[in-house]
């Protein structure tokens, strides 16, 4: 019994917390992020929504985008203004189950109209062929163009790989490089390594475009930008031919790694 009403006052506590962490929850120290991590954490253990069965995903990875993107906002800029309005700001574990559902609403939404669309390895050098099956140098002939040898760009490809975190590494692999042949696509990848949120980090890094996607929205991932600030080519349709023999160089370059 103790033990019972000893856990009802650290909930109790923790709720009571909730309001204040929240509307800092931009700018909080280490152990106010753990206290909040675990307020949430706990306020959606025994929480099933019909929203979740509709989304067909699995739960800890929801749970884990929505403490990434809603509730410690990690995808956001820092504003002048680290705070938010207190009447905003959930107050019960009822209200961050509501909030919870809502963020499923807005992910049922986006999947209606959207899907994730892979860069897959195959089609990539498939195209590649094709376009430069007549040059006794396919590869140089094209990255001449854009005063690059293939050396040079392979060794770019190779910094940019270790510049990633393991994760993102991880993710590379699963799209284009040594783990790309795994079943289960960039899903097992990310269950065997445990790799959190990865939908939103497989976007960010670039492996991953949703539908409808154009050529600055690539341009605005971590790939993107290295193919466009560190080689110098621009990510537009005009380009696509060299903009896929990188990403086939960056593909063997993942491979190698293996």
Known sequence: MADIQSAAIADHAGESALPDLWQRRTCLSHDEMASIYTIVRRALTGYHPSELQALGEDKEELISQFLYLKVFRLDTAPTASPTFPLHSAPSTSHA?????????IDCLRSASHQRNVSLDEGDVMLEIDRQTAFHPDPIGSV??????????VRDSASHFIASLDDADRMLLAGSLGWLSNEKGGLSQVAARYG?????????????????????????RTQIGRWIEHNLGIDISPGNR??????????SAQSHAQE
């Open 96 to 104: 961050v189950c509501a909030y919870f559902r809502r963020y499923l």
């Open 143 to 152: 990255l001449l163009q854009y005063g690059l040898h293939e050396a040079e």
């Open 195 to 219: 790799i959190a949120s990865y939908h939103y980090r497989a976007r960010k890094l670039g492996v991953t475009l949703k539908k409808g996607s154009i050529p600055a929205d690539f341009a």
């Open 241 to 250: 031919i060299v903009i896929l023999l990188v990403l086939g160089i960056l």
